[in-house]
């Protein structure tokens, strides 16, 4: 093949010897790799990875689902649930304004809560910071009460409005999420409900805010005082991961924890949608880190195929390898400085070494890999390791399949821009 290099000068027994030699060093590498590679590789779809029961990445322009595990099983969504409840609490015509009175059955709601009190009032607007910042199931249930008249009405226009957003596997029966007979969504469905929300400003405006407070009240000595209750956002990544602009929180015993928000990163916008997690940050974290590392060939449609296992991969690599036609290690191209065509991107790695240890194996096969260095969020450094570039597109799919067959993985096709950071051959 045109990508494979044949050493015709050597003599029939030097040719073979270091055949030989070179069989061995690649099968080191390719070994080395395996029993190295099981963890910390972000480049690949992350089933693997994720304590989700379910989760769903998607393109909140077009609504396309980049990514989705079981993104249509019917699950618990806890208090992701008052993303509908503040729906159609803003497009009811009730102004923020407007005052609620706080019924005995709202009180009686476990927490999280603002600890209401029967009799007491609170704003439109105050009630639908405590529900989405604070997640309060009391303010939810006056909500609910004051705009359906009760909360089983209110879970029925919940429900309808989820129908016609098209979200079919949602049956809301409470607006706060607390575990019930026949409430339950998917990860589908909420990151479609959740994408619709954002369309609003005022939700918008609410879910990224970090910290406000709320009027309350307090008896003191038989005497009702005026307080005010802070309220800090539980959506952790609006402090500390770059682009968030909002989310919604979850968690009961049935449900675990639970997760729907967006990011926005030059000029693209991800909702990743989390239910039944044991790590929500952890692998809302991946799933964003995945979706905006790969998203041009995501949206062009790309297949980006989930890892295989390490067993998996060495086997067809071993079936392989009696084919292949090696190339000495010094006669491969070091990486590349031509800004024209395709490039195909391999694996992302925490471990500079283990990217090394990749590269050798495919520099070792004839394919002209490099690794790249390249900085993620918060300054965390990852190697990237890549092969090619090459100038045509048919040439790039046909070396895609060819690694693939030999390595196990599905390399992602993208256009080729050089970076300055560059750990050339992997030396």
């Not at 590789?41 to 595990?69: H, N």
């Not at 041009?296 to 067993?311: D, E, I, N, Q, W």
């Not at 000495?328 to 191209?333: S, T, Y």
Request: charged residues 20%.
């Amino acid at each position: 093949m045109t990508f494979l290099r044949r050493l015709s000068s050597a003599t029939p027994c030097t040719s073979a010897r270091r055949a030989i030699d070179q069989r061995c060093t690649a099968l080191f590498f390719l070994l080395s790799w395996f029993f190295l590679a099981d963890h910390n590789a972000w480049s690949f779809a992350p089933d693997e990875d994720l304590t989700a029961r379910a989760a769903v990445l998607m393109d909140a322009t077009t609504g396309k689902i980049l990514y989705q595990k079981d993104g249509d099983v019917q699950l618990p969504p806890a208090s992701t649930t008052k993303v509908m409840t503040a729906i159609i609490a803003l497009e009811s015509g009730r102004k923020f304004s407007e005052t609620l009175t706080v019924s005995k059955e709202a009180t009686r709601v476990p927490a999280m809560k603002l600890y209401l009190r029967p009799g007491q009032t609170i704003t439109v607007e105050d009630a639908l910071y405590a529900a989405l910042l604070s997640s309060a199931n009391d303010a939810s249930n006056v909500l609910a009460e004051g705009i359906a008249g009760s909360v089983e009405r209110f879970g029925q226009l919940m429900t309808k409005k989820a129908r016609a957003l098209g979200a079919p596997n949602t049956n809301f029966t409470n607006p706060h999420g607390l575990t019930a007979p026949d409430h339950y969504s998917s990860a589908r469905d909420l990151a479609l409900m959740f994408r619709y929300a954002m369309r609003n400003p005022a939700f918008r405006e609410i879910v990224q805010t970090k910290i406000s407070s709320v009027n309350s009240s307090t008896v003191i000595r038989k005497k009702v005082v005026p307080r005010r209750i802070s309220l800090r956002n539980h959506n952790r990544l609006l402090w500390n991961f770059e682009g968030a602009i909002g989310g919604k929180t979850g968690y009961t015993a049935a449900a675990l924890k639970c997760f729907v928000g967006a990011v926005q990163r030059n000029g693209t916008t991800l909702i990743v949608s989390i239910l039944g997690a044991t790590d929500q940050w952890g692998d809302t974290k991946q799933l964003l880190e995945y979706g905006f590392e790969h998203y041009p060939a995501l949206r062009a449609g790309t297949p980006v195929t989930p890892r295989t296992s390490g067993s998996e991969r060495v086997t067809t690599a071993l079936e392989n390898f009696s084919a292949l036609t090696l190339t000495p290690r010094e006669a491969v191209a070091a990486a590349p400085q031509s800004r024209d065509g395709y490039i195909l991107q391999v694996g992302t790695f925490r471990e500079g070494g283990r990217a090394d240890m990749l590269t050798k194996y495919f520099l070792a096969n004839g394919f002209n890999a490099f690794v790249e260095r390249t900085v993620l969020e918060k300054a965390q450094i990852a190697y990237r390791v890549r092969v090619g570039p090459y100038a045509d597109m048919a040439h790039a799919q046909e070396v895609a399949r060819e690694l693939q067959l030999r390595s196990g993985y599905q390399p992602i096709i993208q256009t080729y821009q050089p970076q300055n950071e560059t750990r050339g051959d992997a030396g």
